[in-house]
């Protein structure tokens, strides 16, 4: 008799200014996981204690959803860190709490996971697979910084940036004490850590990604380009000049981060 194997997932997601739709949106997400075949949880990393993000959240008491927050807004490679080391599955995937990523393409990474025995998982706009829509100044950066990154680091991968990922938690434990990034570089450095660590199993996997504004707006401002060219710079400096991500010594020695936690029932 064959035993189908069976994981726990924890599902990160880190919020910023989100008070008018995290409570719709993460209702939305638990909807979908409710559908997958293990058992999970959600834990919302409030990204700065700046509106009702955090207070929306915990009176909606939406059950398997864990929250943390902190004063100060600190970024968001920094909230997705800390999720993650909160996180109790064998299993950790982050995703935006945007929505521009459609949550029904959980399944296919986790599938992608099973089926090519990965260490993670990456989202992909440029997959073949995936449908996206997003403005032509959008593609052109997408295109622009894929080289870039492929220049200075030749990690393997076409898409570093969007916003949904899943581990392997033996993986992480690996990777987190050795990140410093907090917040526009994470996503590259947790793959060119995992890489510099020897972690070759990493896989591309499709999803459908909706932007529908046709400037560049929000997240892709002038100044968040700048600070994704700036961190890239200094993430290459780490690691080609002072070789920081080699050395042993970085484990797990990393304080505590001061939370708010709440469990949600």
Request: glycine share 6%; net charge positive.
């Amino acid at each position: 008799m064959t035993v189908t194997p069976t994981h726990f997932l924890s599902l990160v997601i880190p919020a910023y200014r989100q008070e008018k739709t995290i409570v719709k949106n993460v209702k939305y997400i638990k909807k979908v996981l409710d559908t997958i075949r293990y058992d999970y949880e959600i834990i919302v990393v409030v990204d700065g204690m700046i509106d009702e993000t955090f207070e929306k959240l915990k009176k909606s008491k939406i059950p398997k959803v864990k929250i943390l927050s902190y004063k100060e807004n600190r970024g968001k490679s920094y909230a997705i860190r800390l999720g993650m080391h909160e996180a109790g599955g064998d299993y950790v995937m982050f995703m935006d709490s945007g929505m521009e990523i459609d949550p029904n393409g959980i399944s296919m990474l986790l599938e992608h996971m099973e089926w090519y025995e990965a260490d993670i998982i990456v989202g992909s706009k440029r997959h073949p697979a995936s449908r996206v829509n997003y403005s032509l100044q959008r593609k052109i950066l997408s295109l622009g910084y894929y080289i870039f990154v492929k220049l200075l680091f030749g990690v393997n991968v076409k898409d570093t940036q969007a916003g949904i990922k899943i581990f392997r938690k033996k993986v992480l434990e690996k990777i987190l004490p050795r990140l410093v990034e907090k917040k526009f570089a994470g996503d590259l450095e947790i793959l060119v850590v995992a890489n510099k660590l020897g972690f070759k199993r990493v896989f591309e996997a499709p999803i459908k990604l909706d932007y529908t504004f046709t400037a560049i707006t929000d997240a892709a401002t002038l100044e968040a380009i700048w600070g994704i060219f700036a961190d890239t710079i200094a993430l290459y400096y780490r690691s080609n000049f002072l070789r920081y991500y080699d050395k042993k010594r970085r484990q797990a020695t990393s304080a505590k981060i001061p939370s708010k936690r709440l469990n949600s029932k």
